[in-house]
Antibody, heavy 120, light 107 residues
Framework: QVQLQESGPGLVKPSETLSLSCTVS????????WSWIRQPPGKGLEYIGN???????NYSPSLKSRVTISVDTSKNQFSLRLSSVTAADTAVYYC??????????????WGQGTLVTVSS | SSELTQDPAVSVALGQTVRITCQGD??????ANWYQQKPGQAPVLVIY???ARPSGIPDRFSGSNSVNTASLTITGAQAEDEGDYYC??????????FGGGTKLTVL
């Protein structure tokens, strides 16, 4: 049974860096690709970025300059860092597993999500 | 363009059939996936790779694709199908895309 659990501060000050971790259980993290997705309150889903099993990354063009996704295989975790945050970064942040089928991608397992509020 | 467009809201009478659509140029080349989200919960995958269903998803959910439009069809909608539905695909640069979501009301 694959399970994902986000963790990290629920409140971040403007201009600071948002840092979240996603702990994966049930599968070795190095065997799959992983993603971060967010959802501002009352709005739709927004893709943040992926880290592939190869270690390569892909980031949303709109967030690319501020985002870093990394993996810690010793903890079976992957992480998100988003720098220079503003109120517009307030959202529920989800981690998810990405399945690659040929050229296509889908998210089959999701964490429960964690609300991060940007406020002073 | 790298965008996916969905109707904001759709309604269906209990037991009837409803189709939710997703339009975008990327769908000419890549499959659409569909997620159901209920209030306060994480999204759940209901259709992937155009028309495949994950284990545990009822067979009243099906997917299809025509040119640049993907569709999610619920045949015999149930009260528990009410929620938000999001399509997702990718563009040629590998960026993953989401539609804006469709709120489904079962009357």
């Amino acid at each position: 049974q694959v399970q994902l659990q986000e963790s990290g501060p629920g409140l971040v000050k403007p201009s600071e860096t948002l840092s979240l971790s996603c702990t994966v259980s049930g599968v070795p993290i190095s065997s799959y690709s992983w993603s971060w997705i967010r959802q501002p309150p009352g709005k739709g889903l927004e893709y943040i970025g992926n880290i592939f099993y190869s270690g390569s990354t892909n980031y949303s063009p709109s967030l690319k300059s501020r985002v870093t996704i990394s993996v810690d295989t010793s903890k079976n975790q992957f992480s998100l860092r988003l720098s220079s945050v503003t109120a517009a970064d307030t959202a529920v942040y989800y981690c998810a597993r990405v399945i690659l089928t040929g050229y296509n991608r889908h998210f089959d397992y999701w964490g429960q999500g964690t609300l991060v509020t940007v406020s002073s | 363009s790298s965008e996916l467009t969905q109707d904001p809201a759709v309604s269906v009478a209990l037991g009837q059939t409803v189709r939710i659509t997703c339009q975008g140029d990327s769908l000419r080349n890549y499959y659409a996936n569909w997620y159901q989200q209920k209030p306060g919960q994480a999204p759940v995958l209901v259709i992937y790779d155009k028309n495949a269903r994950p284990s545990g998803i009822p067979d009243r959910f099906s997917g299809s694709n025509s040119v640049n439009t993907a569709s999610l069809t619920i045949t015999g909608a149930q009260a528990e199908d009410e929620g938000d539905y999001y399509c997702n695909s990718r563009d040629s640069s590998g960026n993953l895309l989401f539609g804006g979501g469709t709120k489904l009301t079962v009357l």
